[in-house]
């Protein structure tokens, strides 16, 4: 099993910035992508942005140039800074890893258990 573990939420105003970040745990084989979720309260679960073991990024447009996604492969760390933040980011923030624990098993989705980020304006 996977664990995540995630920090940094917090209650911030309109235009500051906060860091997230996420602390697989376990058995880890291999991390292929790691990213963050949020979901606001009435709505779904949404992407917000996600690294390949490579590198490469993924962002949506809803906070594209603002906030940037960032790991460490050798400490199974992925991380979030928010700058710029707005009311319409607040939401419960959720790490998301695709990880395997052996070399024989499949990729599953591990999640953590969320971390809250409140924007007043």
């Known amino acids: 099993q996977v664990q995540l573990v995630e920090s940094g939420g917090g209650l911030v105003q309109a235009g500051e910035s906060l860091r997230l970040s996420c602390a697989a745990s376990?058995?880890?084989?291999?991390?292929?992508?790691m990213g963050w979720y949020r979901q606001a309260p009435g709505k779904q679960r949404e992407l917000v942005a996600t690294?390949?073991?490579?590198?490469?990024?993924k962002y949506s447009d809803s906070v594209k140039g603002r906030f940037t996604i960032s790991r460490d492969n050798v400490k199974n760390m992925v991380y979030l800074q928010m700058n710029s933040l707005k009311p319409e980011d607040t939401a419960v923030y959720y790490c998301?890893?695709?990880?395997?624990?052996?070399?024989?098993?499949?990729?599953?989705?591990?999640w953590g258990q969320g971390t809250q980020v409140t924007v007043s304006s």
């Open positions: 998301n890893a695709d990880a395997r624990t052996s070399f024989w098993s499949n990729y599953y989705d591990y």
């Open positions: 690294i390949t073991s490579r590198g490469s990024t």
């Open positions: 376990g058995t880890i084989f291999y991390i292929n992508a």
